[in-house]
């Protein structure tokens, strides 16, 4: 098991960017894949992002050009650029571990878009 902290979220207008940060407890190296999640109110939980212990990535259509998943194995960070936001990328964040069918997630952090 493994705990996952995120932070970055909050309040941006829209056009604006934020960065979250996802650290874990231990480390990721060479066997998790890191995804990252939102839940917006009333939406389904949907998958954003996810990078494999390869290093290849897997997008949502809705953020695809916008959005960078990327994990640092060293300091067992994982990231999410978000490039131009837009009022619908308002969720809760959160990020996620997947091995052999076992999933760890965070807390979360709130990503607000709004002028």
């Known amino acids: 098991q493994v705990q996952l902290v995120e932070s970055g979220g909050g309040l941006v207008q829209p056009g604006g960017s934020l960065r979250l940060s996802c650290a874990a407890s231990r480390s990721i190296f060479g066997i998790y894949t890191m995804g990252w999640y939102r839940q917006a109110p009333g939406k389904q939980h949907e998958l954003v992002a996810s990078i494999r212990p390869s290093g290849s990535t897997n997008y949502a259509d809705s953020v695809k050009g916008r959005f960078t998943i990327s994990r640092d194995n060293a300091k067992n960070m994982v990231y999410l650029q978000m490039n131009s936001l837009k009022p619908e990328d308002t969720a809760i964040y959160y990020c996620?571990?997947?091995?052999?069918?076992?999933?760890?997630w965070g807390q979360g952090t709130q990503v607000t878009v709004s002028s």
């Open positions: 996620n571990a997947a091995f052999k069918g076992f999933d760890d």
